[in-house]
């Protein structure tokens, strides 16, 4: 690959900020790829791990050189890391983020860029239940959507910026803040919350019945605890910050909740068959777009 930026820092370094890190290093797509995290633990582990070039202990050294600043914070986070990095930035510099939430990224951040440089805020589809700098690897973004809200951005930044994520392999998109949040609420958000409370119930019931929930769990309860095993920080972070999406889209889902409720209830098969057969076309065309794994 070419070399899209001289140097890059990321702030934050778990899952998506680790894979970033290894995925730009792999892919020759910066000169140099500086590291920073809050957490000194986080710190050593990613020191130990040689994830980037160099893993600075303070913010300001780490984005001093930066032509290109990637925020992999959750989004509680963004508004007071965007204000602590300000002041270092260099002219000229892009700051984007990786938050799954858009609206609230750009109201958090926006205030605090300087006039000189750029926010083009972003979203990769891509995760996995684990998260620390161990947990990051280099294909992650591999085929995966990254979601691109240029807003006002000068085009060429934001082509740049394109050219530097599809040199990870990430599939590019551009789209506006409150269209990408309903989108992500119904997708990601929405089914996590599914997840957590089904677990959450799982963990409720009596002892006894509880154990062979768990020793007997089936393939789809397997998948509502891997989604559940998310970081807990991120999510709530996520949940607060994008609440006006997800509600209603939590809304509809209890409409369609209690239609099928009451179709079970009345043994409405017919009902139940035409729902069935509406949604497994859904998987289907997941499948055919290549984001089924």
């Known amino acids: 690959m070419t070399q899209i930026y001289n140097d890059i820092a990321i702030i934050g370094i778990g899952l998506i900020g680790a894979s970033a890190a290894i995925s730009a290093k792999h892919n020759k ?4 790829i500086h590291c920073y995290d809050g957490s000194a633990q986080v710190r050593e582990e990613a020191k130990s791990l040689r994830i980037g070039d160099v893993i600075h202990d303070d913010i300001a050294s780490a984005v001093a050189s930066a032509d290109l600043v990637i925020l992999a914070v959750p989004v509680g986070a963004m508004q007071a890391v965007m204000a602590d990095i300000a002041p270092h930035l260099k002219s000229g510099c892009v700051i984007t ?3 799954s939430t858009k609206t609230s990224v750009i109201r958090d951040v926006k205030p605090s860029v300087p006039e000189n440089c750029t926010f083009i805020a972003g979203h990769p589809l891509a995760g996995t239940e684990f998260s620390g700098p161990a947990a990051g690897f280099a294909s992650l973004f591999d085929g995966r959507y990254w979601l691109l809200v240029p807003d006002d951005a000068p085009r060429a930044k934001t082509d740049q910026l394109s050219d530097f994520l599809a040199g990870m392999g990430a599939l590019v998109e551009e789209m506006e803040a409150e269209y ?5 609420a119904i997708t990601s ?4 919350l599914i997840a957590y409370t089904i677990v959450g119930t799982a963990v409720d019931l009596e ?5 062979d929930v768990i020793r007997f769990s089936a393939s789809g309860f397997r998948d509502f605890t891997r989604i ?5 920080t991120m999510w709530r972070d996520v949940f607060l910050n994008n609440d006006k999406a997800v509600l209603e889209m939590l809304q509809r889902f209890n409409e369609d909740l209690s239609y099928l409720q009451r179709a079970i209830r009345w043994h409405e098969g017919d009902k139940l068959f035409d729902l069935f057969t509406r949604t497994r076309s859904i998987r289907k065309s997941i499948i055919e777009a290549g984001q089924d794994n």
């Open 180 to 184: 990408h949040d309903k989108i992500v």
């Open 97 to 99: 983020d990786t938050g």
């Open 189 to 192: 958000h929405l089914p996590h």
């Open 29 to 32: 797509l910066g000169g140099q």
């Open 207 to 211: 002892s006894d019945l509880k154990e």
């Open 228 to 232: 559940a095993a998310s970081d807990p």
